[in-house]
């Protein structure tokens, strides 16, 4: 089993930053590949971003240059810093971990709110 914690997000205003953090643990050796989705109040879960454990980079074309994803193997966390925000960036931000053995796992999703 892979479980993730999100940490990192809040209140910021348009054009400021933040930082999440992703922290995984359990099976960690199956993972191949870490990534974002977002939520907005109704709306689908979206695609942000994703890292593969080679280092291997994609995102969302809404967020490209203003957003980056990376990963730190040794602590098995993955982040998303968030430049330039926007208020249509506001939504609830999910980890996810993609295993070998555990298909595709979540985390309990971290809040954004971007507003002045």
């Known amino acids: 089993q892979v479980q993730l914690v999100e940490s990192g997000g809040g209140l910021v205003q348009p054009g400021g930053s933040l930082r999440l953090s992703c922290a995984a643990s359990?099976?960690?050796?199956?993972?191949?590949?870490m990534g974002w989705y977002c939520q907005a109040p109704g709306k689908q879960r979206e695609f942000v971003a994703r890292i593969t454990n080679s280092g291997i980079t994609n995102y969302a074309n809404s967020v490209k240059g203003r957003f980056t994803i990376s990963r730190d193997n040794a602590k098995n966390t993955v982040y998303l810093q968030m430049n330039s925000l926007k208020p249509e960036d506001t939504a609830v931000y999910y980890c996810?971990?993609?295993?070998?053995?555990?298909?595709?796992?979540w985390g309990q999703g971290t809040q954004v709110t971007v507003s002045s």
């Open positions: 359990g099976s960690v050796f199956s993972i191949f590949a």
């Open positions: 996810n971990a993609d295993s070998t053995t555990m298909g595709r796992s």
